[in-house]
């Protein structure tokens, strides 16, 4: 009977030991996938980040305009919306944006805008004027 007793102690103890070893390996185990998500979840901002750029890089719209006309669009019209922002911004905000600034900009450039789809012949930022400002922007960074 003792020795039966002693066998029930010797497997309760072994089980006991065998939950630890399990628990461990579980925690071990959730570590590991706690790491991967944390990982995963910085490569798919990564990505996210790197496919924006190269959808404003996909098209090169801007290899249409003549030289001048971009670094015009650089130094004047850039600096106007800030580099970040029209990254950034909705088409709305853009809108209204050149809508603000456009009377302080010289005829020739308004004409220039025009002949090149960029604008409208309202004056009004064309999707194409858009996705050229944020191609332009996306390649100074």
Same mark, same amino acid.
């Given at each position: 009977?003792?020795? /039966? $007793? @002693? *066998?029930?102690? +010797?497997?309760? @103890?072994?089980? *006991? +030991?065998?939950?630890? !070893? ?6 071990? +185990? #959730?570590?590991?996938?706690? &790491? ?7 490569? @798919? ?6 496919? +924006?750029l190269? =959808? ?5 719209? =801007?290899?249409?305009?003549?030289? &001048? ?9 850039l ?6 922002? %029209? /990254? !950034?911004?909705?088409? @709305?905000v ?8 456009? =009377? =302080? ?11 090149? *789809?960029?604008? #409208?012949?309202?004056? %009004? ?6 996705? $050229? ?5 996306? &390649? $100074?960074?």
């Open positions: 009977m003792e020795q /039966l $007793i @002693q *066998d029930l102690v +010797k497997k309760a @103890q072994l089980q *006991d +030991k065998e939950k630890g !070893e399990l628990f461990k390996k579980w925690r071990e +185990k #959730d570590k590991e996938l706690v &790491n991967a998500k944390s990982e995963l979840q910085f490569l @798919q901002e990564r990505l996210a980040i790197e496919e +924006k190269k =959808s404003y890089q996909a098209t090169p719209l =801007s290899l249409e305009l003549p030289r &001048n006309l971009v670094l015009y669009i650089k130094r004047r019209l600096k106007e919306f800030g580099l970040e922002s %029209v /990254l !950034e911004a909705s088409r @709305q853009l809108l209204h944006r050149f809508e603000s600034v456009k =009377s =302080s900009f010289a005829p020739s450039f308004l004409e220039a805008l025009r002949e090149f *789809d960029i604008v #409208d012949d309202h004056e %009004v930022l064309t999707n194409k004027g858009i996705q $050229i400002l944020k191609e332009i922007a996306a &390649n $100074i960074r």
